[in-house]
C-alpha cells in the first residue's frame, strides 16, 4: 500500500483552466503539506493542515486553495492557472510528538503541473 | 527564518569511493531536527537520515553518516561505499522544533561514476 498517494501524477492543461490535485494518506498522520518543487529544483512549503486545520500558510497566490475533508486527505485546488504554476507538487504528511519517527515528512510521489 | 545553504550545487564520485556533501544552516532555535532527503530520477523524496540537535551523536543509517558540528551550525553528509544507486539530488533540510516548516537547501546533484 502507498504510504502517501498524490493523483494524477501528470497534468497538462491550459492557461486559465482550474485544476485539482488529490492527496491521500494512509500513515494515520496529524499534519499534512503541500510542497511545490520549481523547474530549479527549489523545494517550498506552501501549505500544512494539522488535523485538518490550517496551520501554514506562506506567500502563496488566493488562486491555490487548500481543502481538508479529514485528517488523512489534503486536496490542492488551483484556479485561472498561469504558466508560472508549471512545476511538480509533492503532498507529504508526518506525525506530531517525539520519538523516532516523529517530525518525519513521509513524501507522496509528486504531481507534475505543466501549463501551457 | 531558518535558512539551508547547500554550497556545492553537483558532485561526482566514483563507485566504491566516499563523498561528503556539504550543508550549514542558520536557526536561532535551541530545538530543531536536521535532515537529508534523497531525490533519484523517479523524483520521489526519500529520506536518508534524521538527526536531533540536542542530541551529540552523530546518526547513521548503513553506509550513510553526519557529521553534525552544532556550534558551526554545520550538518555534513558521508556517504561510505557509494553505489550507482546512489546518483540522485540530496537536499538538507532543518526543522524548527514544532514549527511543522521544513526548510530546504537547493540541492547538490551527486553523479557515481562507475
Known amino acids: 500500500d502507498t504510504a502517501v498517494s498524490q493523483t494524477p501524477k501528470y497534468l497538462v492543461t491550459q492557461m486559465g483552466n482550474d485544476k485539482s490535485i488529490k492527496c491521500e494518506q494512509n500513515l494515520g498522520h496529524d499534519t499534512m503539506y503541500w510542497y511545490k518543487q520549481d523547474s530549479k529544483k527549489f523545494l517550498k512549503i506552501m501549505f500544512s493542515?494539522?488535523?485538518?486545520?490550517?496551520?501554514i500558510n506562506e506567500t502563496v497566490p488566493n488562486r491555490f486553495s487548500p481543502k481538508s475533508p479529514d485528517k488523512a486527505h489534503l486536496n490542492l485546488h488551483i484556479n485561472s492557472l498561469e504558466l508560472g504554476d508549471s512545476a511538480v507538487y509533492f503532498c507529504?504528511?508526518?506525525?506530531?510528538?517525539?520519538?523516532?519517527?516523529?517530525?518525519?515528512?513521509?513524501f507522496g510521489a509528486g504531481s507534475r503541473l505543466t501549463v501551457l | 527564518a531558518q535558512t539551508v545553504t547547500q554550497s556545492q550545487p553537483e558532485m561526482s564520485v566514483q563507485e566504491a569511493e566516499t563523498v561528503t556533501l556539504s550543508c550549514t544552516y542558520d536557526t536561532s532555535e535551541s530545538d530543531y531536527y536536521l535532515f537529508w532527503y534523497k531525490q533519484p530520477p523517479s523524483r520521489q523524496m526519500i529520506l536518508v537520515i534524521r538527526?536531533?540537535?540536542?542530541?551529540?551523536q552523530n546518526a547513521t543509517e548503513n553506509r550513510f553518516s553526519v557529521n553534525f558540528q552544532k556550534a558551526a551550525k554545520s550538518f555534513s553528509l558521508k556517504i561510505s561505499d557509494s553505489q550507482l544507486g546512489d546518483a540522485a539530488m540530496y537536499f538538507c533540510a532543518s526543522l524548527r522544533g514544532s514549527n511543522y516548516k521544513l526548510t530546504f537547501g537547493k540541492g547538490t546533484l551527486l553523479t557515481v561514476n562507475p
Open positions: 493542515y494539522n488535523n485538518k486545520e490550517l496551520i
Open positions: 507529504a504528511s508526518s506525525q506530531d510528538g517525539i520519538g523516532t519517527g516523529a517530525n518525519v515528512l513521509t
Open positions: 538527526q536531533e540537535a540536542y542530541k551529540q
